[in-house]
């Protein structure tokens, strides 16, 4: 992975995705920082503890659920205050207009959330979401990637509430996310 500056002043990231990414954008930044992440993250274990403190590439690490293998998530980075996956919007996730269906948006979303509360919380602990509320903004075409970034708004001793900004590769906002987390306190699981 090459980062450089062309001549009109971009961030080139090298790679297989041939964006450029304007120091004025947040979004492009963010996206090429995750990218430069992500790169390091194939690199030996090492990387991790470089770029992650101990104990917070935990969720990275983990086995997910069935259902987010099922729907293509897949975890770019995760701490107790930011969680960011990625989503390939695929020909199964549209809907009958042939964008992708708004409950793979907020299923994306709401397993983002998950993430970000069970990173904060202590053993014998689980959670289990209780609300979510989404704002649809714009569509998302077959092939493209979203990039989803959770962020807590509120953690509290019997709930969390985080929140997720969904967007395309281009950079626009698809769809935020509110969502409230209830702790589960002496939890075993069935």
Not at 159 to 174: A, E, I, M, P
């Amino acid at each position: 992975m090459r980062l450089s500056r062309n001549p009109d002043g971009f961030l080139t990231v090298g790679g297989a995705d041939p964006l450029q990414y304007s120091e004025n954008n947040f979004v492009a930044l963010k996206r090429a920082k995750l990218e430069a992440f992500q790169y390091c993250l194939n690199q030996p274990d090492h990387w991790k503890e470089i770029f992650m403190p101990e104990g917070e590439h935990d969720l990275l690490d983990g086995e997910q659920p069935p259902f987010a293998d099922l729907i293509g998530f897949r975890t770019v980075s995760a701490s107790r205050d930011e969680v960011v996956a990625e989503l390939l919007a695929t020909e199964a996730l549209t809907n009958r207009n042939g964008v992708l269906h708004g409950g793979a948006i907020m299923a994306f979303a709401d397993h983002l959330g998950g993430l970000g509360a069970i990173a904060n919380l202590h053993t014998g602990q689980a959670t289990t979401t209780i609300e979510s509320k989404t704002n649809f903004l714009r569509p998302v075409s077959v092939g493209d990637v979203l990039l989803g970034v959770c962020i807590p708004l509120h953690k509290g001793r019997t709930t969390q509430v985080w929140q997720t900004t969904v967007t395309r590769r281009d950079g626009k906002v698809v769809a935020i996310v509110t969502q409230t987390q209830m702790v589960l306190n002496q939890f075993q699981r069935a």
